[in-house]
């Protein structure tokens, strides 16, 4: 019986840890729903446009946060200091910061205790 070369169990098993640690783009930041629109007190279209620009404008320079893992304070002061850096004007800011308030109250409403 053949012994399976080291190397190719080691590059199999690393590449289980990466997929294992993969953390999707729907937990990172969650699609719109209704529910966070009532949570923003906004339309969908605004978080639509949000959403889209944390993902597409912000991910273009670094990765991106799950919409959890800072408290709002901490949000809008990250927000406050990327958004001359992101290029986002005053109205895209500001739609930024209410996906993530919205979706961040929702994930953390639904979260189990």
């Known amino acids: 019986m053949m012994t399976p070369h080291p190397f190719k169990f080691g590059a199999v098993f690393a590449f289980g840890v990466v ?8 937990q990172i930041a969650p699609p719109v729903s209704a529910r966070m629109a009532e949570a923003g007190g906004t339309s969908t279209a605004t ?3 949000g959403r889209r620009l944390y993902t597409g404008r912000c991910a273009t320079c ?3 946060d799950p919409v959890t893992k800072h408290s709002p304070d901490r949000w809008r002061a990250i ?9 986002l ?15 961040r109250s929702v994930a953390t409403t639904a979260a189990p205790h």
């Open 89 to 103: 004007s005053a109205s895209e800011k500001s739609a930024v910061l209410t996906y993530i308030l919205a979706a």
């Open 19 to 26: 997929l294992g640690g993969c953390v999707s783009m729907e």
């Open 47 to 49: 978080l639509d446009s």
């Open 62 to 64: 670094h990765s991106i």
């Open 79 to 87: 927000l406050d200091d990327m958004a001359n850096e992101a290029k």
